[in-house]
């Protein structure tokens, strides 16, 4: 790792994990079903000079084991390149031939995606005539070529195949997000916030209002087409709300998180002016489908407060997520997400120390990944620089315990002064298939967090050590 330098202009980018590659339609906006309290003004989205897509990077490396795969999705697609894909996706152009005739078509193209052996990495134009793709019957969510693969493939498919029928289940349900069907839980926690300390608690402070939500989703017309298009059978109402109910912790564990962080590092959230939150490396996973009331719960959290300010910043924030990002003062009480497009470093540089956006009172990376190759390490190498000299709260999540000693070692390396890390309470509960490598360990969002401050570590890489390989 390099030397720790002295404060200066970082000239690096920031980065961000790459995507699961699946089909994203164009989003619907849901109907308001209560009086929203965020607060979002719409202008362009600010832009930088580009950088490094790093959800262009996760999707070309599906071909690293599954050869073809990447060119398979995008044939689906009608797409000629990512970039065509990513295009139509954000909204920022009409492609002829991308879309779907009907519901069944759309669901029988995304499944299609999926269709490569999970043994043998055989894609459907690779077999031979007497040859056809079929799923396993348990989980309904691997494919084989034929009986030869799926016996070979069994001793490691066994471990997973009950987590990934949740997963084949989950992906059908999520479109429910997407049109808008599933309208989130809202209003103020009826319990004291410091009681809420995970999702046993949460569930139990909104049981009678999300009882009446899923109740509502379960028996809608949505519900229905959903289930007469997927070309499956539909599965028994309550598999169907374990699902709706994994799908909502996914969508309000970043959320959660981000007040995990400001609880964990003692952030004033009653600040006069309000407080500003940088989310680093921000995704299109972060930005495309998200709503400005996925984010109200984060204000619930902290009854009081006197403005939360969340910035996105990344190369990969979706074009549709236009919102300000000023230093004009947000109103108490309520929550204000805007976007930036571009590296954090020119965003620090442009922004924030010219005094045109609010310095952060904390900063957030979901899922940076650095310690998955030198080149994403690269990327990062500057923004945690910057983090740990200008000495900014800091929290980062990542998928697995795994991952988690990996990562603090690198800040260890850095220098960084490390307060705490551990499982995150507010993790997603929906498992996340790895794309090209189906029978490999599901994992989960914002399994495990680190927060960081500063530099001087207090514990050396023995230490380190010890404390990770003993467990959480």
């Not at 693969?149 to 997407?178: F, G, I, N, T, Y």
């Not at 489908?289 to 979706?318: K, N, Q, S």
């Not at 990944?369 to 994403?376: K, M, N, T």
Request: glycine residues 8%; contains cysteine.
């Amino acid at each position: 790792m390099a030397p720790r330098p002295r404060r200066r202009r970082h000239k690096k980018s920031s980065s961000s994990v790459a995507p699961t590659a699946v089909i994203q339609p164009t989003a619907v906006t849901p109907p308001t079903a209560v009086t929203q309290p965020t607060a979002v003004t719409p202008v362009p989205l600010t832009l930088s000079k580009p950088g490094p897509s790093i959800d262009a990077l996760g999707f070309y490396s599906l071909d690293n084991n599954v050869p073809g795969l990447s060119q398979l999705i995008l044939q689906k697609l009608n797409m000629k390149s990512y970039e065509e894909y990513k295009l139509v996706i954000d909204g920022d152009t009409p492609v002829s031939g991308f879309g779907f005739r009907c519901p069944r078509e759309m669901f029988q193209k995304m499944e299609d995606t999926f269709r490569f052996c999970a043994h043998c990495r055989a894609l459907p134009n690779g077999l031979s005539d007497s040859k056809v793709l079929r799923h396993c019957k348990r989980c309904r969510n691997v494919y084989y070529c034929g009986p030869e693969c799926q016996r070979s493939d069994w001793p490691a498919h066994r471990r997973v195949c009950q987590e990934l029928r949740l997963v084949a289940v989950d992906r059908l349900m999520e479109w429910l997000l997407v049109t808008g069907d599933f309208v989130l839980p809202a209003g103020p926690w009826p319990w004291l916030p410091e009681v809420v300390e995970g999702w046993d608690t949460w569930f139990s402070m909104r049981r009678l209002q999300l009882d009446a939500i899923l109740a509502a989703v379960l028996g809608s017309h949505a519900m229905t087409t959903l289930w007469a298009s997927a070309g499956r059978p539909r599965p028994d109402p309550d598999v169907l709300q374990d699902s709706l109910k994994r799908l909502l912790t996914d969508v309000l564990s970043r959320p959660l998180t981000l007040g995990l962080g400001l609880r964990a590092l003692g952030i004033n959230v009653k600040k006069i002016g309000g407080s500003t939150v940088h989310v680093v490396g921000a995704s299109h996973a972060e930005t495309f489908l998200t709503r400005p009331g996925d984010y109200d719960e984060l204000g619930y959290m902290f009854p009081g407060h006197l403005g939360l300010r969340i910035i996105m910043v990344g190369v990969d924030v979706a074009t549709g997520f236009s919102q300000s990002t000023s230093t004009s003062p947000v109103e108490p009480g309520t929550v204000q997400l805007s976007g930036h497009r571009g590296l954090y470093h020119n965003f620090w540089e442009e922004q924030v120390e010219t005094g045109q956006t609010a310095h952060p009172d904390l900063v957030v990376a979901f899922h940076p990944g650095f310690h998955a190759s030198p080149d994403l390490m690269e990327a990062w190498l500057p923004t945690l620089l910057l983090l740990r000299d200008y000495e900014i709260p800091t929290l980062m999540t990542v998928y697995s315990h795994q991952e988690l000693a990996a990562s603090l070692q690198i800040l260890v390396d850095l220098d960084a002064h490390i307060i705490a890390y551990g499982a995150n309470p507010f993790s997603s509960l929906k498992p996340e298939q790895v794309y090209s490598n189906p029978n490999k360990q599901p994992v989960y969002g914002s399994a495990y967090y680190i927060t960081f401050l500063g530099s001087s570590c207090q514990l050396d890489k023995r230490q380190l050590e010890e404390k990770v390989d003993g467990g959480d």
